[in-house]
């Protein structure tokens, strides 16, 4: 009796284990403005246990196909958050994400709703660009 019992539980571990081994696919928003965040995220992404991913910029969506058993998907946000990329899970740190290159300040754009008018001047600004700025 106590032999079938053990053959139960070995039986129940490899399931639970061909489970965990199974691929999951979640789809993750991901902050990005350009190609090089598309390439910087993927590249984060392209790693052992994951087997399929592909980021869309227009809509910020990250699909990614990955073994559980290997890599967690909570590995994935914190990687993602360490090249300086916020995720719907968790954001980077400021010191994170003032690595980002210049051009790849997401930021900005997301929270551009209520800075519309400071964002016009900027742009009229430049427009008539015959003085010096101090950058
Ligand atoms: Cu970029």
Redesign the pocket.
């Known amino acids: 009796m106590k032999q079938l019992i053990f053959i139960g539980l070995m039986l129940l571990g490899t399931l639970t284990y061909g489970q965990s081994n199974r691929p999951v696919t979640v789809n993750l928003t991901v902050g990005?403005?350009?190609?090089?965040?598309k390439e910087?995220i993927e590249r984060t992404v392209d790693v052992k246990g994951v087997k399929y991913f592909e980021y869309t910029l227009a809509t910020h969506n990250l699909e990614i196909t990955y073994v559980p058993s290997k890599i967690t998907e909570e590995q994935l946000h914190k990687s993602l958050n360490a090249v300086g990329h916020d995720t719907n899970k968790s954001k980077a740190s400021d010191e994170q994400y003032d690595k980002i290159?210049g051009?790849?300040k997401?930021r900005v754009h997301v929270h551009g709703e209520g800075e519309h008018d400071s964002e016009k001047k900027e742009h009229n600004h430049d427009e008539n660009d015959d003085h010096d700025h101090e950058h």
């Open positions: 990005g403005t350009c190609d090089m965040c910087r290159h051009c790849c997401y």
